[in-house]
């Protein structure tokens, strides 16, 4: 009897299940990746992109590019391997893991899976073929001696470093550049005429033209010479291409923004509602350049209405524009110290959508009406004109309304009664904040204050006051009713999602708080109210803000994403940025999805859907992290120069962190930390406690935790590495036991009848 064979299925003529999905997203509709993955599993073999073409009969030039982009996306994303042979084959996934590669400075390296998984370690052998943030499927080859799963390559699918920012060094008759990134390993060997008139330590640009093999390492010629190590602004010409930063504006981009004046076209101005008159004001710090938000109170017989001005940044930068494009790239505006990269051209953030005071802007406004107990009664969303009565700092807002300094308030008179129900406002407000338990760390801001040659000349602690806590709590305010007004609408959109705390990280949390002798309510599930109540009870601490740090890492990222999770530091249940589109894409998203309600379209008709909104969280989510990872090279790079003639001198500072290795220590009045190795504690043998975050002595029980007081020397200052290293002088005092009061939740208020 002849063995069964499978039945042949005519693809040409197979109802594409998700043809409609298909026929909404494209003019000329291919088949979907579950179709595509569903004819591989039935032919049972590996496909080239002829044979799946010829099975669809695609034979239209535009469906051929469509198909060869699908399966490339359908190959990044790691649902199909393109084989040696050139054909496409199925994924085993028990087997088979896809993901981005991670690297470490020692050489190894981690896979971090697209499914979510726990990152597989990658020895040093099988990452001398890759490099930071390639992508690359692998297989599961085993445990690790830390209980880890290891992984060993199967495919590179991607490439994503193509140039390296670093310092070119001469040695033996080779030149090689040592990467400023710390996740890249190895070093990039340079051809004999790719040096390009680079010269001994000097910091360079190297283009990759062979990616690295198992056989050797990659080799690079140099296409830019940033300058001598030390040069002033090096540290930002290094952030920038270290991290990939755009940096510079696209000539397309240049060329639409020619027509833009200074002054907003009265044409747009005509359909708008008019609030020139209203005395909107704007409140920033001293050193300000865009002001995208302005605010303006008046008393009303059941509260205040609040009005919440913002940019209208919408309104300049089109879907699918030069600016839109470079804006998306871009994701945010990056702020290093006394420079800005921003995310709009110059004559966008400083100019036409910044709410310069005296001139006419479009605006988008947030109004809230509140009762007396600081509750949202309603709100509402429309399109402005507006003129700013006035640009005010921080600092002179506080005099006036706290401190009442009469020649700010006699200078400023027609504008204080406004101001006075701004304040008025803000305290409601902050009760209620305090009531339902939304965050407020008091954590330690600094700002370095630069001298000639920009070399720093101190750094300094900035503190919030209460103008700054004003301004914060009405864009929460904004914000989320923002994210009431789109969910209501049902609209796609981007959320800020901040989830709480995983049941891992609460109980490691609970361990060393009890080492303290200290306690957080709440059980496993701890609320915002719970933290919050502990925070209160350790304010006279020393350790108090290092106590805050282990808090805030015991909670999860905020992310951007469409889905619906809350926010869980500020205690609400939707949460959405409405407030910074000049700095922030995900702002501009939501002005664009306002303004389509505005205009009575229904969200079937929105440019965006639930999975470009997806894509759109991940990316500004990953651009906002290596923004924030570029700031803090940065930060590093000028407190090791800072420190560079102190070596030798002694300093009190407070453990910040401790590790298997040894602890870092932040310096009292200078907020500059170093590590103290290991090997300078002693001759003693140190066991590494994480979840006391301590080191503790083998035979003396000498304890080194998180919060003690130490006395330091300053012995290595490394600028390559943005290290600092110190050797410890004496231990000079513990923290203590708490005797906090345990936690009574406080009634909530009553409302008048």
Known sequence: MPPKTKKEVDFTSTKDPYAQREAEKYEQPIPSRELIL???????????????????????????????????AMERDGQLLFNRGQKYCLVNNKDLIVGRVIGHIDGFGFIKPDDGSDDLFLSPREMDPLLHNDRAMVRIVGIDKKGRREGAVVEILERNTHFVVGRLYQENGFTYVVPDKKNIAQTILLQKDGIGGATQGQIVVAEIIEQPTKQRQPIGRITEILGDHLAPGMEIEMALRSHDLPHIWPDALLEEIKPLTAEVPESVKESRTDLRKIPLVTIDGEDARDFDDAVYCKKTPKGWKLLVAIADVSHYVQ?????????????????????????????????LCSLNPHVDRLCMVCELLFDELGEVISSRFFDAVMNSHARFTYTDVAKMLVDGDKALIKQHQPLLPHLRELYALYKVLRISREQRGAMDFDTHETKIVFGADRKIEKIVPTVRNDAHKLIEEFMIAANAATARYLTKKKLPNLRRVHEGPSVDKILNLRTFLGELGLSMGGGANPTPIDYMHLVDSIKSRPDAHLIQTVLLRSMSQAVYSPELKGHFGLALEAYAHFTSPIRRYPDLLTHRAIRHTLQGKSADSFAYGVPDMVLLGEHCSANERRADDATRDVISWLKCEYMMDKIGEEFVGI???????????????????GLVHISNLGQDYYHFDPTSHSLIGERSNTRFRLGDSVKIKVVQVNLDEKKIDFELVQKTGSVKKSTAKPFVKPAKKRRKK
Request: aromatic residues 8%; without cysteine; hydrophobic residues 40%.
């Open 319 to 351: 879907i699918g524009s030069e600016l839109d494009k470079e804006a998306h790239n871009r994701s945010t505006s990056v702020y290093f110290p006394e420079q800005v990269i921003p995310m709009l051209p110059e004559i966008l953030s400083n100019g």
């Open 38 to 72: 569903q004819l591989i599993e039935h032919k049972g073999k590996p496909l080239s992109r002829t044979d799946i073409a010829e099975a669809f009969s695609l034979t239209d030039e535009d469906q051929l590019e469509a198909l060869r982009r699908r399966l490339r």
């Open 655 to 673: 453990i910040s962190a401790v590790t298997s290795f040894g602890f870092f220590a932040e310096l009292n009045d200078i907020y500059v930390e």
